[in-house]
């Protein structure tokens, strides 16, 4: 339907544009009035590709002198003193002193007309399939989100099955990144990764570019997909958008979160840098990543925040994330930290206290101590029940990396 439309309002447009221009030159014709016609030169012969360009059709060239008062020569010809043109009879001067023919232009306008309304390959918007690459990602780039979606799909095509020509691919994959920001267009970015991963090289190019996007869902849409790229590991770069992924109005912390925990290497330093975020969860998350990471050298700047998180303070989760990462630290660290809080007024401080306690094998009388009151659990408070000694000593899932490879040759790999 779309593309008829579009046809149906362009034909409209040419039709109006016909009358115009047909009414327009009689006018002309008419408030000229009967005249003597005069014999005009015809100026300068046409090179034979000029003569066949179809702007004949509605301009033509003169010199417009008046060739009427001059003599003849013998054999009837005459030289125009204007531009010199041997004109060889009367037969080949001009009567009508016109250059531009408006009811020829209503005429073209109208044979437009009726390609665009009878036309099965205007009409249903076949010819795009014969349109250049160049003109394609033209529109693309003048009309941006209002592309015609037949024009879209057109791209999207010739990316996918390759026909797309090579000194253009770079242009194609740096509009298509574009896609990616926050425009309001239901699905464009999803379809936008798709097309970038057909793209390999370029794509895989355009979508570290996007990464200084100052758009926050353009650069995380280009981290997530340049983590999961086939062949290749994550750069320093797409590291620390990871980590900025941790903030709480990210939108993305769960899928970040996650894959530091699985991909712990090279994200030390951009963690510790999170440890001082104005973000509070940021933080909190930093912390319990380093934890989780086993970075005892930073220990003592994330234990804080960590234990701290073990009290009842009505965050939900946050107190068995916490635990979980303390346990991950080396006991000699760990433990001292932990005992000084066994004690606790805190009841669900001191109960998670003991149970990383006995779970990393601290010493039993401090692990035997257990309150007589039975601790009240809600939505939002850690039943300790839920966390076992295998749960705190399990470690984080970890997919090992892929080994290093050139990066041209593994975005051309694969998609």
């Not at 994959?173 to 798709?194: F, P, Q, S, Y």
Request: with cysteine.
């Amino acid at each position: 339907m779309i593309p008829f439309r579009v046809t149906l309002a362009v034909a409209a447009i040419l039709v109006i544009a016909a009358v115009v221009l047909v009414a327009w030159s009689l006018r002309r014709r008419a408030a000229r009035g009967p005249v003597a016609r005069p014999l005009l030169c015809p100026g300068q012969r046409l090179s034979w590709l000029r003569s066949l360009s179809p702007l004949r059709l509605i301009h033509t060239p003169l010199c417009g002198y008046d060739l009427a008062g001059l003599s003849p020569g013998p054999d009837g010809s005459v030289v125009c003193p204007e531009c010199a043109r041997h004109v060889r009879s009367i037969n080949q001067a001009r009567r009508d002193p016109r250059r531009l023919h408006l009811g020829r232009a209503g005429l073209v306008v109208l044979a437009g007309f009726l390609a665009l309304w009878f036309s099965p390959l205007v009409r249903t918007g076949a010819w795009v399939r014969f349109a250049p690459d160049a003109v394609i990602l033209a529109a693309k780039q003048w009309l941006g989100g209002y592309n015609p979606p037949l024009f879209e799909r057109a791209l999207a095509a010739r990316v996918s099955d390759g026909s797309l020509a090579t000194w253009v691919r770079p242009w194609a994959a740096r509009l298509i990144a574009n896609d990616l920001r926050d425009d309001e267009i239901k699905w464009n970015a999803d379809r936008a990764v798709g097309l970038l991963r057909d793209l390999r090289l370029d794509g895989y190019r355009a979508l570290h570019a996007a990464l200084d996007s100052d758009d926050h869902q353009q650069r995380h849409l280009a981290a997530r997909s340049l983590r999961y790229w086939p062949g290749m590991g994550a750069s320093d770069r797409v590291v620390a958008v990871t980590v900025e992924g941790l903030r709480e109005a990210s939108g993305f912390v769960s899928e970040c979160f996650d894959w530091l925990g699985e991909h712990p290497e090279g994200a030390t330093d951009h963690l510790a840098a999170g440890l001082s975020s104005d973000d509070a969860q940021q933080r909190f998350l930093c912390a319990a990543l380093i934890g989780l990471n086993r970075e005892d050298a930073l220990f003592d700047r994330a234990a804080p925040m960590l234990l701290e998180a073990l009290k009842d303070n009505g965050v939900e989760e946050d107190a068995k994330v916490a635990a979980r990462a303390l346990a991950g630290f080396s006991p000699e660290a760990v433990i001292p930290a932990l005992e000084a809080i066994a004690d606790s007024p805190d009841l669900q401080q001191r109960t998670l206290a003991r149970q990383v306690l006995e779970a990393i094998g601290a010493p039993a009388p401090m692990v035997t101590r257990v309150d007589a009151r039975p601790m009240r659990t809600t939505s939002v408070r850690l039943n300790p029940a839920t966390l076992d000694r295998d749960q705190l000593l399990m470690p984080w899932p970890v997919t090992p990396l892929p080994a290093p490879t050139d990066p041209a040759a593994s975005a051309m790999a694969g998609k």
